[in-house]
């Protein structure tokens, strides 16, 4: 079936007809995410990987339409949202990082005037050439740019519970590096 998120389309087609695209996707669908999540991942231990992270949720809805009367300028606005795995850098642990976007954008071709943009100057700008555009793309773009630079859990309290529990629970035999680790590292400290 036709999806018109991964369609090529003119802007100025989806503007005229106020196209709405609503979809329920994956990350498995959003190549660069995929790329830069395995990038994250390879940094940690395979064991701690989540299962099946490609699956992890990717919720979209965008509407198109004009930014101005004249109708030359097209703009989509939207709200994105997504579950991705990212390597939290307090703690180096596996979380799962929410990511929120609410898209407010100008499509606005390479050669238009300053005067038609000006006006409504808050909106971000995606510029476009003479070709048909993928919405998402700007989806995709819209989500890399709102991974945080230095991924952290959202608070200090979060970081390392995993770890803290299997230590209280007595269950070492489950991190024997760990053991080991600890015990090669007491004689130095003494
Ligand atoms: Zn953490």
Redesign the pocket.
């Known amino acids: 079936m036709a999806n018109p998120l991964f369609d090529r389309a003119l802007p100025e087609d989806l503007a005229s007809i106020g196209q709405r695209i609503e979809y329920k996707g994956k990350i498995s669908e959003f190549h660069r995410l995929v790329e830069i999540v395995e990038a994250e991942l390879k940094t940690v231990s395979e064991d701690i990987w989540p299962r099946r992270w490609q699956d992890a949720a990717v919720d979209i809805r965008l509407d198109f339409a004009w930014a101005d009367l004249q109708q030359k300028i097209p703009r989509v606005t939207g709200r994105i949202s997504a579950e991705m795995p990212a390597v ?1 850098q ?2 180096l ?1 596996v ?1 799962n990082l929410s990511l929120e976007v609410a898209l407010e954008m100008l499509l606005v071709r390479a050669d238009a005037q300053g005067d038609d943009i000006e006006q409504t100057a808050e909106c971000e700008i995606w510029e476009i050439g003479e070709e048909a555009l993928r919405p998402g793309d700007i989806v995709e773009e819209s989500l890399v740019m709102s991974i945080p630079l230095v991924p ?2 959202q608070s200090e309290d ?3 519970v995993l770890a803290g529990e299997i230590a209280e629970s007595g269950l070492k035999t489950a991190r024997p590096f760990a053991d080991l680790r600890s015990q090669m590292e007491k004689p130095n400290k003494e």
Do not use: S
């Open positions: 939290c307090r703690c642990e979380f952290r859990h979060a970081c390392g």
